[in-house]
Protein backbone atom coordinates (compact mmCIF):
# COMPACT_ATOMS: atom_id res chain seq x y z
CA UNK A 1 0.00 0.00 0.00
CA UNK A 2 1.21 3.42 -0.74
CA UNK A 3 0.87 6.62 1.50
CA UNK A 4 0.94 10.20 0.82
CA UNK A 5 0.65 12.04 3.88
CA UNK A 6 0.70 16.36 3.75
CA UNK A 7 -0.38 19.10 6.11
CA UNK A 8 2.81 19.45 7.96
CA UNK A 9 3.57 23.03 8.70
CA UNK A 10 5.24 26.06 10.77
CA UNK A 11 2.84 27.16 13.60
CA UNK A 12 2.97 28.97 16.74
CA UNK A 13 2.67 27.48 19.79
CA UNK A 14 -1.48 26.72 20.69
CA UNK A 15 -2.29 27.02 17.28
CA UNK A 16 -3.43 24.09 15.27
CA UNK A 17 -2.18 22.02 12.18
CA UNK A 18 -4.37 18.97 10.58
CA UNK A 19 -2.91 15.96 8.73
CA UNK A 20 -4.18 14.17 5.82
CA UNK A 21 -3.28 10.71 4.72
CA UNK A 22 -4.46 9.49 1.90
CA UNK A 23 -3.75 5.64 0.93
CA UNK A 24 -3.81 3.35 -2.04
CA UNK A 25 -2.54 0.07 -3.30
CA UNK A 26 -5.02 -2.22 -1.20
CA UNK A 27 -8.64 -1.82 0.56
CA UNK A 28 -8.04 0.97 3.25
CA UNK A 29 -11.19 -0.04 5.34
CA UNK A 30 -10.10 -3.22 5.85
CA UNK A 31 -6.91 -2.22 8.16
CA UNK A 32 -6.30 -0.22 11.03
CA UNK A 33 -4.02 2.70 10.99
CA UNK A 34 -1.62 5.14 12.81
CA UNK A 35 0.33 8.24 13.33
CA UNK A 36 3.72 8.26 14.77
CA UNK A 37 6.59 10.95 15.03
CA UNK A 38 9.70 11.36 15.12
CA UNK A 39 11.62 14.31 16.70
CA UNK A 40 15.73 15.22 15.84
CA UNK A 41 17.89 12.90 17.99
CA UNK A 42 14.79 10.51 19.39
CA UNK A 43 13.28 7.56 18.50
CA UNK A 44 9.97 7.32 16.37
CA UNK A 45 7.54 7.10 19.11
CA UNK A 46 3.59 6.12 18.76
CA UNK A 47 1.25 9.33 18.59
CA UNK A 48 -2.50 7.94 17.77
CA UNK A 49 -4.00 5.14 16.39
CA UNK A 50 -7.73 3.80 14.89
CA UNK A 51 -9.29 0.89 14.06
CA UNK A 52 -10.60 -0.18 10.31
CA UNK A 53 -13.95 1.60 11.53
CA UNK A 54 -12.07 4.56 13.61
CA UNK A 55 -14.66 3.16 15.99
CA UNK A 56 -12.12 2.39 18.46
CA UNK A 57 -8.88 4.80 18.96
CA UNK A 58 -5.94 5.23 21.18
CA UNK A 59 -3.74 8.25 21.74
CA UNK A 60 -0.29 8.38 23.45
CA UNK A 61 -0.76 10.18 26.43
CA UNK A 62 1.21 13.21 25.73
CA UNK A 63 -1.40 13.94 22.95
CA UNK A 64 -4.34 12.86 24.78
CA UNK A 65 -6.55 15.51 24.71
CA UNK A 66 -5.24 17.80 22.37
CA UNK A 67 -4.94 15.30 18.97
CA UNK A 68 -7.80 13.32 17.54
CA UNK A 69 -7.27 10.67 14.98
CA UNK A 70 -10.15 9.94 12.07
CA UNK A 71 -11.03 8.22 9.23
CA UNK A 72 -13.07 8.52 6.41
CA UNK A 73 -12.91 5.23 4.39
CA UNK A 74 -14.76 6.26 1.17
CA UNK A 75 -11.98 8.96 0.55
CA UNK A 76 -9.20 6.11 1.42
CA UNK A 77 -8.18 9.13 4.03
CA UNK A 78 -6.87 8.84 7.86
CA UNK A 79 -6.55 12.34 9.60
CA UNK A 80 -4.81 13.94 12.55
CA UNK A 81 -6.26 16.81 13.93
CA UNK A 82 -3.43 18.09 16.47
CA UNK A 83 -4.91 21.33 18.78
CA UNK A 84 -3.13 23.38 21.76
CA UNK A 85 0.29 22.24 19.71
CA UNK A 86 3.50 22.92 22.15
CA UNK A 87 7.04 23.03 20.66
CA UNK A 88 7.61 19.25 21.77
CA UNK A 89 5.59 18.06 19.36
CA UNK A 90 8.18 19.45 16.92
CA UNK A 91 9.04 16.67 14.74
CA UNK A 92 8.58 14.76 11.33
CA UNK A 93 4.80 13.17 11.76
CA UNK A 94 4.25 9.43 9.63
CA UNK A 95 1.17 7.52 8.75
CA UNK A 96 1.19 4.10 8.91
CA UNK A 97 -1.19 0.78 7.72
CA UNK A 98 -1.23 -1.82 9.92
CA UNK A 99 -1.31 -5.54 8.83
CA UNK A 100 -4.64 -5.92 11.10
CA UNK A 101 -8.47 -5.03 11.18
CA UNK A 102 -7.32 -3.09 14.74
CA UNK A 103 -5.15 0.11 15.87
CA UNK A 104 -1.89 -0.80 17.40
CA UNK A 105 0.58 1.50 19.53
CA UNK A 106 3.19 -0.97 18.46
CA UNK A 107 5.39 -0.06 15.33
CA UNK A 108 5.95 -3.11 14.26
CA UNK A 109 2.15 -3.94 13.97
CA UNK A 110 2.65 -1.75 10.44
CA UNK A 111 3.49 -2.64 7.36
CA UNK A 112 3.73 0.26 5.21
CA UNK A 113 4.55 3.63 6.25
CA UNK A 114 4.34 7.12 4.69
CA UNK A 115 6.61 9.60 3.57
CA UNK A 116 6.62 11.82 6.54
CA UNK A 117 5.44 15.39 7.04
CA UNK A 118 7.50 18.07 8.94
CA UNK A 119 5.91 19.94 11.98
CA UNK A 120 6.86 22.72 13.38
CA UNK A 121 5.66 24.24 16.73
CA UNK A 122 7.67 27.75 17.42
CA UNK A 123 7.17 31.22 17.82
Known amino acids: VQLQASGGGLVQPGGSLRLSCVASGRTFSHYGMGWFRQAPGKEREFVATASWSGSSTYYADSVKGRFTISRDNAKNTVYLQMNSLKPEDTAVYYC?????????????????WGQGTQVTVSS
Open 96 to 112: ASSKYYTGSHYYKEYDS
